[in-house]
Every structure is written in structure tokens, then in C-alpha cells.
């Protein structure tokens, strides 16, 4: 703004801060003002205002950020009027009459200038140095908070997004829709090639979890996600493929695509178990993939621990034989819910009730939710709570059709009491993203010993109930609790010792057969580590170094011999790590045990066990996450996403879980690196 009638104001004092290397200090009559050589804002100049007010404004001007600081004091000096000497600035002194400088060059102004800053009175930092505007790098900044937080790409094309970063910053141009894409695909080729260098370099094993997905439009998904545990014994999942399905898709596609995704990969030869969705579906699809693997190099354990299956999956198949055969009463309470609350009358004539016989709970009466089967829980387990108002309801309420009858209602009670149990239990397993696979054999054990008890209830619909849900719960301890028993022996709060217990349990007379049978179990998969623990490294070497076809078959045809020579040559040694292991006391449990940091701790002393449970304590015992876990649904694809490409589609969800995943300070990059702003307002 022009300033009219004004001369530059005499100082009685030199103007030390450098503020003042941004502002002309003027005078009108008896005021000082100063003005901004920038934006020529006026603002109050006088010694009696300090500079705080100075440095807000130079925070908010647009302007200024564009300005070269010799640009200023170009300015300055050309007005040729009272003004602050280069001398005082402490830069290089200017012949006008010449026009050149006589020394070399000006030295660093932002770093001058924060030095001055700090010597000032007030404990404010601050950066009023010029920052370089990147346009490169904001716009991967603003593709990188796309597919971290799941924006739609057509985001930036939204007009209140315009605005708001044009006010921001107005040198920033906003791309397309279709820029956007290309941004977030090379942030995925980078996060994919430091994934991909994080797996071939790990000396362990990789546990892939298969996970099947939906959309409102019927189309398929299929989620491939690696669990491993690192050098520094960290637990990882990351997200390797999301691919799209034809709606036809049969068990060899799938097998197919996992397959070709281990290829591409190239981690085949580094797998130790994959855990599937369903516990029945996928028979056909799991031989093929281990008939594949098979072929390059035999499975651990004859391929006993590679199919694992999803707990989560087990629990909801469990809930939905319940609530199948409870289809009636259920219904009955869902409807006497709805007809207290069909009127004020009825709801106020309930609550008298149920005040008359002394129920003070603080539940109320809900509706469950269709699509999500804990409400179900939820609504049943109030409902018992107000039987005796409901019978009061019942004598007192012609209009009230669908009571339960007493025998309704002791069932409306056992099948709460097995829902409670499954709640409970799904809750353990979903409540912790990161929990190692010894924590859930005492879970599974407990869920084993109460299906027993329930099959033993006189009550004819009860045990039918009760035996339906442990004939699918058999069908998984079939498959995984040998996986599950020797990632508790490896824990060593409980070793063989929690299996014993355990096991007497659930089959009593016949225990010592089955803890047998864990106990040669866990020694000959140690015997496989112990013969093959440098087999790890050699896995992990190119594909073109790796040995001819022929030299496998011929290790393969003297695996027996590997394993006769070591047995023998036990007894003539010192024990295995294994035997000390399991001869030594159990630690004390306590609520801050870490079981990786007690690996990481005691790996010198047990070298080839610590292999070992580093690969199956990484085993994923559970794929859903807690928003899915209750569903009575899979896991579904929003709207969005499933109009994209199936290769953008694959790179936005795998990128959103790669940068999830990274420590904050890493995963959030800016273009300049300024010092933080923190200023207090000034009133003017």
C-alpha cells in the first residue's frame, strides 16, 4: 500500500533484530510505523511494541515466502535514506558509487538469522528465512496422504479441496485425477521394492495369511499378507497382493494365483505355513499348492504344519450353527422387543413391571443388528435379565403373542451362556494386531473342554446344539493343534507343561497317547533345523545360484540318511538345545513378559531353537481384524475401489498397508525441513 507524507523515522538507537531486515520503519507526525518491504502492510512501529507482532506478520505473509533475503536488502539500500547499515547486519559491505561487492559472497541468511532469534528475549523458535517452494514433492506428499488414509483419488477435483490449498499455498498446482494415480503407483513400486528387500533378506521363515474379500457387486478378492519375525525379533505383517477375481472362480484359480504370487515373490522356498479363511472349502485349492511346493523342496513336517486355518472364521461358522438352530427362539425375543417398544404405553407398563419384582439393571431392551452377530449377544443376554417382566407382561397384556415358554427361556439362557463363551473368546483373539501364536493354546484348549461339557447336557436340543459346534471346532483342532501345542511348548512360561495340563483335560485316559504325540512332534521338526539350519541362507540366494535339479533329488534321496546320522550322533554329544530347554524350569509368568524379547535375549544359548520359534511363533492364527470380526459377512471392498483398475486397485491397498506400518518419522516427508512455528498472537 502506498503511504502518503511519510519519511523515514530517525532512530534514536540501532535496530539490532533482524526483523527489521523485512520492514522500513517510518514516521507520521508523532506515530512510527513499520512497513512491510514485502506486502507494504503498515503496522506499529514504535520501540514500545517490540517485534513480536513483527514476526507473526512474517509468518502469515504470502509474499515473503517467495523473497530472496539479498533481494531485501537490495531494496533497502536503494531508498538511500536512513536505514540500517549493511555493517549491523553482518553482511558483505556494498560500494553504490561501483555497484559491486567487494567481498566474496553473502554468507547463509537463515542460518544467521535463527542464531539472532535465539539470542532475543523471548524462548519462541522460529524460521523466517526464505523456504524453496517443491511442487515435486508436495505433490507425492499429497498422493502419499491418498493412499495412507484411503481418500478417493477424485479428491483433487473436489472444489472446496481447491480452495483450501490454494489459500494454503497458492504456487502448488493441483493435478488430475489421473496424475494422482500415476504418483500413488510409483510410491508403490518404491514401498513394494523395500518390502521385497526386507523379506530376501530375512534369515527366517514367512507365515501368508489368505484372506478372501467381497464387493456390493458380487466380485472377489483374495488378500495374500506375510507374517514374519525380523533379525531383532519384530513381528511384521505386510500386505503382498490384493487380486481380483472372475465371479466364476474355481479352487484351481485360486490355487493359481497364489501360486503365481509366490513366484513373483520369489519366497516358495521360504514359507513355513499359510492360514486360510475357512475350515472346509479351500481342500482341494491348499493340496494343490502343497503338491506344487513339494516339488521344489520337501514341506517341514511332511507339510503337517502348513495349512493352518483362521480362528476368527471358525468362531463366526460356530455362531451361525447357533443361530440356525435357535432360529424360533430367538425370533420370539427379537419380537417381544418389538412389541414393548411399539408404544409408550406397553414400554411404560413393561418398566412398572419389571420395577414391581426388583430388576434395577442398567441394560436396556435392543433390537439386534442383522449384519453384525455380537448385537444378537447383546439382545439376548438383556432379554434374560427381564424374563420375569416379560411373564409379568404376559398375564397382564392380551396384545402379547409371542412369549417364550419356561422351556424357551432355560434354552434362551444356554444359548446365551455359548455366546458370551464366543464373544469372549473372539474378543482375545482380535483385541491385539500383533500377538505371537503361543498365546492362543490355552484359548483353543478351553473352547475344546467346554464344547465337551456342553455335549454332556441331559437336555436334548441343548446337546444337539452343543454337538453341532463341536463338530466344527474338531475339524480345526484336527488341523492345527499341533501347530498351536508347540508354539506353546516355546513359550517358556508353559513348555510341556501347559500340554500336560491341558490334555488330561480333554482326553483324559487317553492323554499320555496325544501329549506323546506333541512331545515326537516338536523333536522331529527340531531334528529337520538342526540338520537344515543353514539350508535358510541358501534359500535366500538368487535363483541363479541355486543348485541344479539334480542335486536335489540326490539331498532328497539321503534325507533319511541326514536323519539317521544325526539321532546317532546325539548320544555321543553334548544335549540339544531342545533338551535343555525343556529340562530347565519354567519362567515365571507375570503381565510384562515378552516372549520375543526372551528370544532375542537367549538366542546365543539356543541357536537352532530360536530358528524355530522365530517361524512359528509368526504363524497367523487369526486374519480379520476387530471392525470384521463380529460380521456376520466377510470382509467387503467399498464403492470406490471397486470401480478403480485392478492394478491400482492392488497398489492402493497395498500401499495403505505398507505406510501404515512405517514409524511415523519416516512415513511423513515434507519439502523443506523448517524449524517448528510457535508464536503467541498480538493484539495491534
Not at 485425477?177 to 521394492?193: S, T, V, W
Given at each position: 500500500?502506498e503511504?502518503?507524507?511519510?519519511?523515514?523515522?530517525?532512530?534514536?538507537?540501532?535496530?539490532?533484530?533482524?526483523?527489521?531486515?523485512?520492514?522500513?520503519?517510518v514516521?507520521?507526525?508523532?506515530?512510527?510505523?513499520?512497513?512491510?518491504?514485502?506486502c507494504?502492510?503498515?503496522?506499529?512501529?514504535?520501540?514500545?511494541?517490540?517485534?513480536?507482532?513483527?514476526?507473526?506478520?512474517l509468518v502469515r505473509c504470502?509474499?515473503?515466502?517467495?523473497?530472496?533475503?539479498?533481494?531485501?536488502?537490495?531494496?533497502?539500500?536503494?531508498?538511500?535514506?536512513n536505514?540500517?547499515?549493511?555493517?549491523?547486519?553482518?553482511?558483505p559491505?556494498?560500494?553504490?558509487?561501483?555497484?559491486?561487492?567487494?567481498?566474496?559472497?553473502?554468507?547463509?541468511?537463515?542460518?544467521?538469522?535463527?542464531q539472532?532469534?535465539?539470542?532475543?528475549?523471548?524462548?519462541?523458535?522460529i524460521?523466517?528465512?526464505?523456504?524453496?517452494?517443491?511442487?515435486?514433492?508436495s505433490r507425492?506428499?499429497?498422493?502419499r496422504?491418498?493412499?495412507?488414509h484411503?481418500?478417493?483419488?477424485?479428491?483433487?477435483?473436489?472444489?472446496?479441496?481447491?480452495?483450501?490449498?490454494?489459500?494454503l499455498?497458492?504456487?502448488?498446482?493441483?493435478?488430475?485425477?489421473?496424475a494422482?494415480?500415476?504418483?500413488?503407483m510409483?510410491?508403490?513400486?518404491?514401498?513394494?521394492?523395500?518390502?521385497?528387500?526386507?523379506i530376501?533378506h530375512?534369515?527366517?521363515?514367512?507365515?501368508?495369511?489368505?484372506?478372501?474379500?467381497?464387493?456390493?457387486?458380487?466380485?472377489?478378492?483374495?488378500c495374500?499378507?506375510?507374517?514374519?519375525?525380523?533379525?531383532?525379533?519384530?513381528l511384521?505383517?505386510?500386505?503382498?497382493?490384493?487380486?481380483?477375481?472372475?465371479?466364476?472362480?474355481?479352487?484351481?484359480i485360486?490355487?493359481e494365483?497364489?501360486?503365481?504370487?509366490?513366484?513373483?515373490?520369489?519366497?516358495?522356498?521360504?514359507?513355513?505355513?499359510?492360514?486360510?479363511?475357512d475350515?472346509?472349502?479351500?481342500?482341494?485349492?491348499?493340496?494343490?499348492?502343497?503338491?506344487?511346493?513339494?516339488?521344489?523342496?520337501?514341506?517341514?513336517?511332511?507339510g503337517?504344519?502348513?495349512?493352518?486355518?483362521?480362528?476368527?472364521?471358525?468362531?463366526?461358522?460356530?455362531?451361525?450353527?447357533?443361530?440356525?438352530?435357535?432360529?424360533?427362539?430367538i425370533h420370539?425375543?427379537?419380537?417381544?422387543?418389538?412389541h414393548?417398544?411399539?408404544?409408550?404405553?406397553?414400554?411404560?407398563?413393561?418398566?412398572e413391571?419389571a420395577?414391581?419384582?426388583?430388576?434395577?439393571?442398567e441394560?436396556?431392551?435392543?433390537i439386534?443388528?442383522?449384519?453384525?452377530w455380537?448385537s444378537?449377544?447383546?439382545?439376548?443376554?438383556?432379554?434374560?435379565?427381564?424374563r420375569?417382566?416379560?411373564?409379568?407382561?404376559q398375564?397382564?397384556?392380551?396384545?402379547?403373542?409371542?412369549?417364550?415358554?419356561?422351556?424357551?427361556?432355560?434354552?434362551?439362557?444356554?444359548?446365551?451362556?455359548?455366546?458370551?463363551?464366543?464373544?469372549?473368546?473372539?474378543?482375545?483373539?482380535?483385541g491385539?494386531?500383533?500377538?505371537?501364536?503361543?498365546?492362543?493354546f490355552?484359548?483353543?484348549?478351553?473352547m475344546?473342554?467346554q464344547?465337551?461339557?456342553?455335549?454332556?447336557?441331559?437336555?436334548?436340543?441343548?446337546?444337539?446344539?452343543?454337538?453341532?459346534?463341536k463338530?466344527?471346532?474338531?475339524?480345526?483342532?484336527?488341523?492345527?493343534n499341533?501347530?498351536?501345542?508347540?508354539?506353546?511348548?516355546?513359550d517358556?512360561?508353559?513348555?510341556?507343561?501347559?500340554?500336560?495340563?491341558?490334555?488330561?483335560?480333554?482326553?483324559?485316559?487317553?492323554?499320555p497317547?496325544?501329549i506323546?504325540?506333541?512331545?515326537?512332534?516338536?523333536?522331529e521338526?527340531?531334528?529337520?533345523?538342526?540338520?537344515g539350519?543353514?539350508?535358510?541362507?541358501q534359500?535366500?540366494?538368487?535363483?541363479?545360484?541355486?543348485?541344479?535339479?539334480?542335486?536335489?533329488?540326490?539331498?532328497?534321496?539321503l534325507?533319511?540318511?541326514?536323519?539317521f546320522?544325526?539321532?546317532?550322533?546325539?548320544?555321543?554329544?553334548?544335549?540339544s538345545?531342545?533338551?535343555?530347554?525343556?529340562e530347565?524350569?519354567?519362567f515365571?509368568?507375570?503381565?510384562?513378559?515378552?516372549?520375543?524379547?526372551?528370544?532375542?535375549?537367549?538366542?546365543?544359548r539356543?541357536?537352532?531353537?530360536?530358528?524355530?520359534?522365530r517361524d512359528i511363533?509368526g504363524?497367523?492364527?487369526?486374519?480379520?481384524?476387530?471392525?470384521?470380526?463380529?460380521?456376520?459377512?466377510?470382509r467387503?471392498?467399498?464403492?470406490?475401489?471397486t470401480?478403480?483398475s485392478?492394478?491400482?486397485?492392488?497398489?492402493?491397498?497395498?500401499?495403505?498397508?505398507?505406510l501404515?506400518?512405517e514409524?511415523?518419522?519416516?512415513?511423513?516427508?515434507?519439502?523443506?525441513s523448517?524449524?517448528p512455528?510457535?508464536?503467541?498472537?498480538?493484539n495491534?
Amino acid at each position: 500500500m502506498e503511504i502518503s507524507n511519510e519519511i523515514p523515522a530517525k532512530k534514536s538507537k540501532r535496530l539490532t533484530s533482524v526483523v527489521w531486515n523485512h520492514f522500513e520503519r517510518v514516521k507520521k507526525a508523532d506515530l512510527q510505523y513499520a512497513v512491510c518491504l514485502h506486502c507494504k502492510k503498515k503496522l506499529s512501529g514504535s520501540s514500545n511494541s517490540g517485534t513480536t507482532h513483527l514476526r507473526n506478520h512474517l509468518v502469515r505473509c504470502l509474499k515473503r515466502s517467495n523473497y530472496d533475503v539479498s533481494q531485501i536488502l537490495s531494496a533497502k539500500r536503494k531508498r538511500k535514506d536512513n536505514t540500517i547499515g549493511p555493517s549491523n547486519l553482518g553482511v558483505p559491505t556494498i560500494d553504490y558509487e561501483e555497484g559491486k561487492i567487494k567481498d566474496e559472497i553473502f554468507s547463509p541468511v537463515p542460518l544467521r538469522i535463527e542464531q539472532e532469534l535465539r539470542k532475543e528475549e523471548t524462548n519462541q523458535t522460529i524460521n523466517i528465512g526464505s523456504v524453496k517452494f517443491d511442487q515435486e514433492h508436495s505433490r507425492l506428499d499429497l498422493a502419499r496422504m491418498i493412499m495412507l488414509h484411503g481418500y478417493p483419488l477424485a479428491m483433487v477435483d473436489h472444489v472446496g479441496f481447491k480452495v483450501f490449498v490454494k489459500n494454503l499455498q497458492p504456487m502448488f498446482e493441483i493435478n488430475n485425477n489421473g496424475a494422482i494415480e500415476l504418483d500413488c503407483m510409483a510410491i508403490y513400486g518404491k514401498e513394494k521394492q523395500k518390502v521385497y528387500e526386507a523379506i530376501h533378506h530375512l534369515h527366517g521363515r514367512i507365515n501368508l495369511a489368505v484372506d478372501m474379500w467381497g464387493s456390493p457387486e458380487s466380485s472377489g478378492y483374495i488378500c495374500l499378507t506375510a507374517n514374519y519375525i525380523d533379525a531383532n525379533w519384530t513381528l511384521h505383517k505386510k500386505m503382498l497382493n490384493f487380486i481380483s477375481l472372475e465371479p466364476s472362480h474355481t479352487d484351481d484359480i485360486l490355487s493359481e494365483v497364489i501360486i503365481k504370487s509366490l513366484t513373483d515373490w520369489d519366497i516358495d522356498r521360504k514359507l513355513f505355513s499359510m492360514t486360510f479363511d475357512d475350515c472346509s472349502d479351500y481342500e482341494i485349492m491348499v493340496f494343490r499348492i502343497k503338491d506344487w511346493l513339494s516339488q521344489n523342496k520337501p514341506l517341514l513336517k511332511n507339510g503337517e504344519l502348513f495349512d493352518m486355518r483362521c480362528v476368527t472364521h471358525l468362531l463366526k461358522s460356530i455362531v451361525q450353527e447357533v443361530t440356525e438352530a435357535c432360529q424360533n427362539v430367538i425370533h420370539k425375543i427379537r419380537e417381544s422387543i418389538g412389541h414393548i417398544k411399539s408404544t409408550q404405553a406397553i414400554l411404560g407398563k413393561f418398566n412398572e413391571f419389571a420395577h414391581q419384582i426388583g430388576i434395577n439393571s442398567e441394560r436396556r431392551l435392543v433390537i439386534d443388528c442383522p449384519v453384525q452377530w455380537n448385537s444378537m449377544y447383546l439382545m439376548l443376554e438383556a432379554a434374560i435379565e427381564y424374563r420375569g417382566a416379560f411373564s409379568l407382561l404376559q398375564e397382564h397384556d392380551a396384545s402379547y403373542s409371542m412369549f417364550l415358554s419356561d422351556t424357551e427361556w432355560e434354552w434362551a439362557t444356554s444359548i446365551t451362556g455359548y455366546m458370551k463363551f464366543l464373544f469372549e473368546f473372539t474378543s482375545v483373539f482380535v483385541g491385539n494386531k500383533y500377538t505371537t501364536a503361543n498365546m492362543f493354546f490355552p484359548e483353543i484348549c478351553d473352547m475344546h473342554i467346554q464344547f465337551i461339557d456342553w455335549c454332556k447336557s441331559p437336555d436334548e436340543f441343548l446337546s444337539s446344539v452343543a454337538l453341532k459346534m463341536k463338530n466344527k471346532f474338531d475339524v480345526y483342532w484336527s488341523k492345527c493343534n499341533l501347530s498351536l501345542a508347540i508354539a506353546a511348548i516355546l513359550d517358556p512360561r508353559f513348555k510341556m507343561k501347559l500340554v500336560e495340563y491341558y490334555y488330561r483335560q480333554i482326553y483324559g485316559t487317553d492323554a499320555p497317547v496325544h501329549i506323546k504325540e506333541i512331545s515326537d512332534g516338536i523333536r522331529e521338526l527340531f531334528i529337520e533345523y538342526s540338520m537344515g539350519s543353514t539350508s535358510l541362507d541358501q534359500d535366500s540366494a538368487p535363483s541363479g545360484s541355486s543348485l541344479p535339479s539334480s542335486s536335489n533329488v540326490t539331498r532328497d534321496k539321503l534325507k533319511g540318511f541326514d536323519k539317521f546320522l544325526y539321532e546317532t550322533s546325539q548320544s555321543q554329544s553334548m544335549a540339544s538345545d531342545l533338551d535343555k530347554y525343556l529340562e530347565e524350569p519354567v519362567f515365571p509368568r507375570n503381565y510384562d513378559f515378552s516372549i520375543l524379547n526372551w528370544w532375542k535375549v537367549h538366542t546365543p544359548r539356543y541357536p537352532i531353537l530360536s530358528m524355530m520359534a522365530r517361524d512359528i511363533l509368526g504363524i497367523p492364527v487369526s486374519t480379520l481384524e476387530s471392525e470384521v470380526a463380529f460380521r456376520n459377512s466377510g470382509r467387503v471392498l467399498d464403492n470406490y475401489r471397486t470401480l478403480l483398475s485392478p492394478d491400482t486397485r492392488e497398489a492402493l491397498m497395498c500401499g495403505q498397508d505398507w505406510l501404515k506400518t512405517e514409524p511415523e518419522a519416516s512415513s511423513l516427508t515434507f519439502s523443506s525441513s523448517p524449524l517448528p512455528l510457535n508464536v503467541e498472537p498480538v493484539n495491534l
